[in-house]
């Protein structure tokens, strides 16, 4: 039975997965993808922090390419396979902390479900620390984990319990008069007396820049901090760098900025320039504490997503792609500074490297949300052929994720639509 375009539409993408813009995407290349009616847009999100290498690079492709010519799954828990090793020692290199172990996953929050399961198996413990506007996937545990809003898990309760929350170091809206590390940290220690016994902690579980949740910046101190807690209870630290890792943030990992190290970490999204791929990073003194079998999954690890990860690595050390990210963020965020001068609903400029954000604000106020603002400029940006994200629970943010090797020409490009979108929204 033949359906028109329309129902068609409806067949692949039904309401609950939900979409930004009405397009149909026939292909794409570096910062830019085209439509099926032959139009040009620049790209400022890349599939979510995905295709930090561009669309269509040619060493990832031809990897890839080559992978499949040779064979496409070798299921993990029958052989050991060249690729998987490669990319293994690969990321262990790149990742903070002498990690020695890899298991690899299909999808982000594939990675933090498994990142728990490690640290519960590992301390005998049951419960999980996370914090208030943290995004960490949408499978039954990762929504639990999840804080940032309620769409993520409204009408899907009783959600899985041991999951405690407590405010994460947003500096921007740290009550009036308080220090954003020690606020955040006296919260910490309330819901370790209120709530949870410490010794039941298995891990603190934290992004290092919040996602969906306004891209925060943390302190350094906080971070630290955490670290130092994690040791003093018994638990296991982990940072999810899913969003904020593979060279987003201007360094191979946005924990490097802080000092610390993780027992643990997730990587998914920008590890394969777009093949599914994830990975759990640990020592082997975690990971030899597991039961054989008890972790794993048919799909993970699949050749062809490996053979793009590690192209992926090569392609990002051979060009320099962690350095533009650092010298193009720097840029974008004093282009977006210098607005910001002009126009009081655009609260606070933040990010690091290629991880950037405003955040909108109703002037005159007390920091009191506009998101009516940013879906103005989200829809400016749109009309003008920029694809452009919002975040934050309050939905008042704009977040820029560019390709780690967008070009200075295209960065301007991409300035001047959303400067010229702040100054119609501001207009209406």
Request: aromatic share 8%; hydrophobic share 40%.
């Amino acid at each position: 039975m033949s359906v028109a375009v329309q129902d068609k539409k409806q067949l692949v993408v039904p309401p609950p997965q939900g979409r930004s813009t009405g397009i149909t995407v026939d292909h794409a290349e570096g910062s830019w993808f085209y439509t099926s009616d032959g139009e040009k847009w620049l790209d400022m999100v890349m599939g979510i922090a995905v295709v930090n290498t561009g669309y269509s690079h040619p060493k990832v492709l031809a990897a890839a390419q080559a992978q499949m010519e040779k064979m496409v799954h070798a299921q993990m828990a029958l052989f050991y396979n060249q690729p998987a090793m490669d990319l293994a020692e690969k990321v262990c290199e790149i990742v903070p902390g002498n990690m020695d172990r890899v298991l690899y996953a299909n999808s982000g929050a594939e990675a933090v479900e498994n990142a728990v399961k490690l640290a519960k198996q590992a301390t005998r413990r049951p419960a999980t620390i996370a914090f208030q506007g943290a995004f960490h996937g949408r499978t039954h545990l990762t929504m639990a984990l999840t804080c940032s809003k309620t769409i993520y898990r409204g009408h899907f309760e009783p959600l899985a319990g041991g999951i405690f929350h407590s405010p994460y170091c947003y500096p921007y809206r740290t009550p009036r008069g308080e220090d954003p590390t020690d606020w955040a940290l006296s919260r910490l220690d309330f819901v370790l007396r209120s709530q949870i016994v410490p010794d039941d902690v298995a891990a603190i579980l934290v992004e290092p820049i919040q996602g969906e949740g306004g891209f925060v910046v943390p302190t350094k101190e906080f971070m630290q901090a955490l670290r130092k807690k994690a040791d003093e209870i018994g638990a296991l630290l982990i940072i999810d760098e899913i969003q904020a890792g593979m060279g987003r943030t201007g360094k191979w990992f946005c924990h490097e900025y802080c000092d610390v190290t993780a027992d643990i970490v997730t990587i998914a999204k920008g590890i394969a320039s777009g093949f599914p791929l994830s990975a759990i990073v640990s020592r082997a003194d975690i990971y030899d504490k597991h039961s054989p079998g008890s972790l794993g999954g048919t799909f993970g690890g699949n050749l062809v997503s490996l053979a793009a990860g590690i192209a992926t690595i090569d392609a990002m050390r051979d060009e320099g792609m962690v350095e533009n990210a650092a010298r193009q963020g720097e840029k974008l965020r004093a282009a977006l500074r210098d607005l910001q001068k002009d126009y009081p609903q655009m609260g606070e400029v933040r990010g690091l490297g290629l991880m950037d954000a405003v955040e909108f604000v109703v002037p005159g106020t007390n920091k009191e949300p506009n998101a009516s603002f940013a879906k103005k400029v989200i829809g400016e940006c749109v009309k003008h052929k920029m694809l452009i994200l919002g975040c934050g629970y309050y939905d008042n943010c704009v977040r820029f994720l560019p390709a780690l090797n967008i070009t200075d020409a295209d960065l301007d490009t991409a300035i001047g639509i959303f400067s010229d979108a702040v100054k119609v929204a501001a207009a209406s």
